[in-house]
């Protein structure tokens, strides 16, 4: 499995951006980049994928860099509902029989 | 009414019970998920399904068993509990390997 590298912690204005960077250094071609979130000990949510190109959703965006060694998490406009952890996960989950492996993600405080 | 639910929410046992999770999903998917969390750390997957007759271990599969009775009941069983097996447990279903996962709310044990 490719390994991912989170900062453990950031914080966010409300209202502001926040952009959540991930290093996936050793990313193969068919694997994904997957977000989910996790709110004080809910289940995770998920939030988005993508394989190679840039894709948004209504919950938030995700920009994958060409030489797919990184990626970063955007939330446009950050409320206070969006403070959890954040995971990011690389996976071909096809050959893995879906099976995520959740790292430890990192934890966004967005604050007033 | 959830898609995915989980009995029951919070259990307290003693070393040496046997204990049963339950996990039911209304989203007609044949995939489901164990998942254990542990204070800080993210999430581990026990055991997976693709379908009632098809069973297969994750990462951390000692010390638990799974049932899959239906397609929309998934199982997990702790047949003598032991300390270190508290944590949060997590149900997760999805549709095919590509496809998110949807996690239930999650059931924390405590084995005293």
């Known amino acids: 499995d490719a390994k991912t590298t989170q900062p453990p912690s950031m914080d966010c204005a409300e209202g502001r951006a926040a952009n959540l960077p991930c290093n996936h250094s050793?990313?193969?071609?068919?694997?994904?980049v997957y977000w989910y979130r996790q709110i004080h000990s809910q289940g995770p949510q998920y939030i988005i994928h993508?394989?190679?190109n840039n894709e948004t959703n209504e919950m938030a965006s995700l920009i994958i860099t060409e030489d797919r060694k990184s990626s970063t998490l955007i939330l446009p406009h950050a409320t206070l509902r969006d403070t959890a952890v954040y995971y990011c996960?690389?996976?071909?989950?096809?050959?893995?029989?879906?099976?995520?492996?959740f790292g430890q993600g990192t934890e966004l405080s967005v604050k007033p | 009414d959830a898609d995915v639910t989980q009995t029951p929410r919070n259990r307290i046992t003693k070393t040496g019970k046997r204990i049963m999770l339950e996990c039911s999903q209304t989203k007609g998917h044949d995939r489901m998920y164990w998942y254990r969390q542990d204070p800080g750390l993210g999430l581990r997957l026990i055991y997976y399904s693709f379908d009632v007759k098809d069973i297969n271990k994750g990462e951390i599969s000692d010390g638990y068993s799974v049932s899959r009775q239906a397609q929309a009941k998934f199982s997990l069983s702790l047949e003598s509990a032991i300390p270190n097996q508290t944590a949060l447990y997590f149900c997760a279903t999805s549709d095919s390997p590509e496809e998110t996962q949807y996690f239930g709310p999650g059931t924390r044990l405590l084995v005293l």
């Open positions: 050793t990313i193969s071609g068919n694997e994904y």
């Open positions: 993508g394989l190679k």
């Open positions: 996960i690389v996976a071909s989950l096809y050959n893995q029989g879906g099976k995520l492996i």
